[in-house]
């Protein structure tokens, strides 16, 4: 499946659940959308913490779908084409650095 084809699902889920409203309890602003991705990037970490292993790779798998979700969900209310912008970080980093520990 394309990452539009993601990204039009996303926005039907939250569309669906009516969270695009103007009078939403969950309003999709970018301020609050970058907080989510935190705080569920946060989730990820929690599958590791004290082990080098996710122990269900089931729920690890659900958290970084909710991660990917936001991301994309972010990314296109921001106006950012997020396709695009990883091809050119990858171009970017093609010419970088980076020192050893």
């Not at 996303?10 to 301020?31: C, E, I, L, N």
């Amino acid at each position: 499946m394309e990452l539009k084809e993601l990204e039009s699902r996303m926005h039907a889920f939250v569309a669906g659940k009516g969270w695009y409203r103007p009078d939403s309890p969950k309003p999709q602003t970018p301020r609050n959308l970058a907080i989510s991705l935190a705080l569920e990037a946060a989730e990820v970490m929690e599958h590791f913490q004290w082990r080098e292993d996710a122990r269900a790779a089931d729920a690890l798998a659900g958290e970084l779908a909710d991660v990917a979700l936001y991301l994309i969900q972010l990314a296109s209310i921001s106006g950012i084409d997020l396709e695009q912008a990883i091809l050119a970080k990858l171009e970017q980093n093609q010419h970088r650095e980076w020192p050893d520990p």
